[in-house]
């Protein structure tokens, strides 16, 4: 049988633990089910480990893999070039590769032989009306998978990673080329040929006015015929003949398999809580609690979870995706009252989801291509398709908050009778311990389902016979973050009006130049981006050059600072004019919270989104707007002149919570 491919330990690979400012390194002796035998480096003293326990030190980021194959010590690299990153052409051949690989190793072979390849093969290219790949090729594939550690990224063409002899660009001449592929995108459906004259028309027109020393050159037709096929092609036919059409050319192919261990399935989704949570020390009421959790198909175990007031969004499950592959060590320290141990930690293998905006955005779908994560989409009319996750949050509402303070029932809620500010008692950190305690102390421990499931004691079972795949927590958070392409100029990169800038950027666009670069950023910290390095392949980090603003502030509150001062400042749009937007609305805030005791609901919960109230890193709970609203620290103060004559009565109406949603591109 065909050994195992995916295992984060491999007999010959190193393991480096560190403690403290020292670090220890050991070679892989041997690999079984629950043991591995290990070899110092240094003292050649030989010992075991449990792997339950290197897994907890790698989630934590205390241990590290260095793996002996090269290409898979690139890949494995925290900082490395995620899936996103490379041509849409690319990828999309990556993932046809991927889906014969996966048709392999789910068929659980004993040789790779042609005799058991073959049907292999012609089942996958029937189902996917593909052109089929022959046996040899087939498993040229298989080796590169397994060589880059099991990644996606081992089945990208291998002309990705030659170097870069195409013919440089002027750079006078891009901005050309870019209107040449707008032209071409248009709904009309130019030639490539007519997009081309174009193009040349502009040129010429330019050359004009130029001497005959500087005139610039036409790029040829293959050259932009080039250009044009980097674009997305969905992105591409989208503009072209309409997102619909487009959406039904490039519908992702359904790989349904069998569940018998844990994480081979999980399933997602969001639900707002039956209940009215209230300031930890206003106690204003916030509103309802948006829920997004990922539960285990097989155990019936809560994977992870993320708590906020947000609508469900691209953030949202991001952040439950990451604390279901995170450690649960936090618990310990926060929650020192919970009895049992929270063992659930690994990648799933496959998460089934609905239809929402939020599962089919670009960013969920490659994170997941990243992670070896197969996504099912939800067939429309089929709610039975997840239906174990909406059954758990059919048994969240009854059995965690039926005798809760704040509990109410939808018709209740409905009526002009009920006012939550009486009734909704319970503050935002004591829910949280509550959450978690019915989740690790009630729910994992009862049987579950008419097969009387322990999820607790099913996840155990599994432990043994399952390799947990684990990620470090740094490279968890790159690949879960947002690629773009930025232009990196003389003062470093500027993003949504934000500049970055390090003694790194400077170093890099001193020896490559300036021009266009890709990006990583977190919806909710805007005081860093990863910047690509395309010559070592791998990212380094960058810090906001206004850290006093941008440090710790999400996308969403950056998004209302700029609506802020388009709307009410009505200045030039530049990061001082950004940063008094910003004093400004924590005025607003503050009136609010200081505001009698009959704002609306509705309002209340959109400041407390506007606070990041909820979950944040580590498990931890930000419970009270106080915490941020009193402390406008590092926040550049605006001469008192100024504010003084802002007129209050239009912030507070721009600012009620009913017009606070944006598209995921800021469009200012």
Known sequence: MVSNMYDNYKQGDFVTISNGNAKSTFEILGVDNSLLRLRDSFSLIESTRARVELNELILVGIANIQTKNIGEREISDSLS???????????????????????????????????????????????????????????????????????????????????????????????????????????????????????????????SMRSSQDKLAVPSIPTLTSRIQEVAP??????????????????????VREVKLILQRAEIDHTQLDLFV??????????????????????????????????????????????????????????????????????????????????????????????????????????????????????????????????????????????????????MSAFMAIFHIWVIDIYQCKPRTRKNIIPKEVWKEDLSRVPIIVESPEKLKLILSESFTAQLGSTGVIKDYINYDSEELVKYRSTYGFGKVTIKRSRDDLGEIYVFDDKAKKYFRVEAVKQ?????????????????????????????????????????????????RDTKVTSMQRVARYQNIGIQENGETNGSLLEYSNSNSGVPKPAKKEIENIEYQPLTSKFDGLNNEFDDELEL
């Open 81 to 207: 070039r995620s899936f996103s990153d490379y041509t849409e052409k690319n990828k999309a051949e990556a993932k046809r590769r991927y889906q014969y690989v996966l048709a392999v190793i789910d068929s659980n072979p004993k040789a790779y032989s042609d005799r058991i390849l073959q049907p292999v093969i012609d089942s996958v290219a029937v189902e996917n009306s593909d052109t089929p790949p022959s046996c040899r090729t087939l498993k040229r594939w298989l080796k590169a998978y397994a060589n880059a550690g099991n990644s996606i990224r081992g089945l990208l063409p291998a002309h990705e990673n030659k170097g870069n002899y195409e013919a440089k660009i002027h750079n006078e001449i891009e901005p050309y080329i870019q209107l040449a592929i707008d032209h071409f995108k248009n709904k009309t459906c130019p030639t490539i040929s007519s997009s081309h004259d174009y193009m040349e028309a502009l040129i010429e027109n330019d050359n």
């Open 278 to 427: 209230v300031d930890d020390q206003t106690k204003m009421v916030l509103g309802r609690p948006w829920v997004t959790a990922l539960l285990d198909y097989k155990s019936k175990n809560i994977l992870g979870f993320y708590i906020g007031f947000e609508n469900p969004s691209y953030l949202s499950v991001a952040k439950a995706l990451q604390h279901a592959m995170s450690s649960k060590s936090y618990v310990k320290e926060l929650y020192p009252e919970i009895e049992n141990e929270w063992l659930c930690a690994g990648k799933p293998a496959v998460i089934a989801t609905d239809r929402g905006k939020e599962f089919r955005s670009i960013a969920f779908e490659e994170a997941c291509d990243d992670l070896n994560i197969i996504i099912q989409h939800n067939p429309a009319k089929h709610p039975w398709f997840k239906g174990s996750v909406e059954r758990y949050f059919s048994t969240l509402n009854k059995e965690l908050l039926s005798d809760k303070p704040g509990k109410v029932m939808t018709k209740i809620y409905d009526s002009i009778d009920y006012r939550p500010e009486k009734n909704g008692v319970i503050s």
């Open 234 to 255: 969905k992105a591409l036919l989208e503009s072209r003949k309409g997102k619909r059409l487009a959406n039904v050319q490039f519908k992702q192919s359904k790989n």
């Open 548 to 596: 006093a603003y941008a440090k710790g502030l999400s996308l969403f509150q950056h998004k209302i600072h700029l609506k802020f001062v388009k709307l009410q400042l009505k200045s030039k749009v530049d990061i001082e004019s950004i940063a008094r937007a910003k004093v400004l609305i924590m005025k607003v805030v503050e009136n609010e919270i200081n505001s009698s």
